[in-house]
């Protein structure tokens, strides 16, 4: 017969201190947790963060003490018409406690108070450890590699809320992303987790895509294989055989991972997060990097700022892992309009566009187009885009003289008579290289003595060193108006070629011959 529970006067704040000490003290006092489960659900906020730092005494207490039933559990109903001893009953009733009480911690993670989310976190985090130091379940055989599954995903699942922002809360998650088994666990409970959500929910909040692109994004694997030995959960010995110890597992969990999330529509959004680190935080530590292409061609169709950071993550398939896509630099040329002298992502277009164009081995009519559109571009862009693109299109005659026929053409065009085609979408068919860079010529004679003088640069023989583009790349106009002020020009600036007569201008002036000063 299970003991009898005092109500709490009303209005009296629990003794939470004292039914923790009794609970652990007898187990006559048992139905005691009713109690301390009851104040998790206050409004009252000091209420709640004490229950949440007593619950997470008891509970852990219990599963040091081995008070916890251990196996498949059985429902309350079962144990209670069965014939088990009064320890296995209190057992399987106090690991159900222990089960609504995790249930209740996962809903305080979504909590309107932060440092309730936090601290129901790291209770949760520490059940983890010591449940998986003291599995509530039986090893099949002996070394058995056992982790609390069950627990982590109910944290995991917190974490990737489709009502909540959680943004900040697994930020303080990071922390446990070190140890190398929370590490691969997470990247497995993540998979699953998305692939329940968007089960349940085809068209999942886009409050769950961040909250999963913040969670993906923060999983980090080693640059090099090394032993994987820094485990949360601590055991006696850790065996080869379990799969958890072994990077290359780890890299296929990771791949699992980022696959199950790539593989639904994402917002436009995430679309430019993701691949913002595809290429030097996803592509990297893939067990085969190869398998992003269908994500990366799907995203060059796209257009503007989605195009330019999917051929960056193709390009390193290219380079790297010898993927053949012959469209690459049709895509890239198909990215060159007027607007990406106006864009927000300018600087990295042209930071990648130049790691693009930097192969000595690239065919000069390739080359010529590329320079033939940029300078084609250039005769309607502004001054602080002309200052870095003019050393762009210089570098590349630099590294190809074969198109340098395009600046020292014996004989030169009309502009009327110009072969090249700038509405030609592929650049093997522009013609560019039968033309020539009169747009240069032209920009010699821009009202802005920098613009000219960088367009005078093909009047002479190029230099062999490059000139770097890097300090140019974010250059702005507001920084080009400061420079120019800061310039010392001469004492006395003619600013007439005939000196005036008096106050009404020129003698000859026809101001001066229709008025005069009585």
Not at 434 to 450: A, G, M, N, R
Request: charged share 20%.
């Amino acid at each position: 017969m299970e003991p009898e529970r005092e109500p709490a006067a009303a209005g009296a704040r629990p003794d939470l201190g004292g039914l923790l000490r009794a609970v652990l003290a007898s187990r006559g006092q048992a139905n005691s947790v009713f109690d301390i489960l009851a104040v998790l659900q206050s409004e009252d906020l000091e209420e709640i963060q004490e229950a949440v730092h007593t619950c997470g005494r008891l509970f852990g207490a219990l599963l040091e003490r081995r008070e916890l039933f251990v196996g498949q559990l059985p429902s309350e109903d079962t144990v209670r018409a069965g014939s088990q001893g009064a320890v296995c009953k209190y057992k399987v009733w106090m690991r159900h406690r222990y089960h609504s009480c995790c249930n209740r911690l996962q809903e305080l993670l979504a909590h309107r108070a932060f440092q309730v989310k936090e601290q129901a976190l790291r209770v949760l985090m520490t059940f983890v450890q010591l449940e998986g130091a003291q599995p509530l379940e039986k090893a099949q055989w002996e070394g058995h590699y056992l982790f609390p599954h069950s627990l982590f995903r109910v944290v995991v699942g917190g974490l990737l809320s489709s009502e909540e922002d959680q943004s900040l809360l697994i930020s303080q998650f990071c922390q446990y992303l070190e140890h190398d088994d929370i590490r691969y666990h997470t990247m497995q409970a993540a998979a699953a987790t998305t692939a329940k959500v968007t089960t349940q929910q085809p068209e999942a909040s886009l409050t769950f895509w961040n909250n999963a692109f913040t969670l993906l994004s923060a999983v980090s694997l080693p640059s090099q294989d090394g032993e994987v030995t820094n485990f949360y959960v601590k055991h006696t010995e850790l065996s080869n055989k379990w799969k958890v110890t072994h990077l290359k597992e780890h890299r296929k969990a990771f791949q699992a991972m980022w696959l199950c999330f790539l593989k639904h529509k994402l917002p436009l959004s995430l679309y430019k997060k993701v691949l913002v680190v595809m290429h030097d935080s996803i592509l990297p530590h893939l067990a085969q990097p190869t398998l992003m292409i269908d994500f990366l061609t799907s995203a060059c169709d796209v257009g503007g700022a989605i195009s330019l950071l999917a051929l960056n993550g193709l390009f390193i398939l290219i380079h790297k892992h010898n993927l053949e896509y012959p469209d690459f630099y049709r895509k890239l040329y198909g990215l060159l309009d007027p607007s990406i002298f106006h864009v927000k992502y300018r600087a990295r277009f042209f930071h990648l566009a130049d790691l693009f164009l930097s192969s000595s081995h690239l065919p000069a009519y390739l080359v010529a187009a590329f320079a033939k559109r940029l300078a084609h571009l250039a005769l309607t862009a502004p001054p602080e885009a002309l200052l870095m693109v003019l050393p762009f299109i210089c570098n590349l005659l630099r590294r190809h003289p074969a198109c340098r026929v395009l600046v020292h053409r014996p004989q030169g065009l009309e502009l009327d008579a110009d072969p090249y085609d700038p509405m030609e979408e592929d650049p093997a068919k522009s013609q560019a290289l039968e033309s020539c860079l009169w747009e240069l010529q032209t920009l010699q004679q821009h009202y802005h003595p920098e613009v000219s003088k960088a367009a005078s640069v093909i009047n002479q023989v190029l230099s062999v060193p490059e000139v770097s583009i890097a300090p140019l790349l974010e250059l702005t106009a507001y920084e080009i108006f400061e420079r120019d002020l800061k310039k010392k020009g001469p004492e006395s600036v003619p600013l007439e070629f005939i000196p005036a007569q008096g106050l009404l201008g020129r003698q000859d002036d026809l101001c001066a011959q229709l008025f005069t000063l009585s």
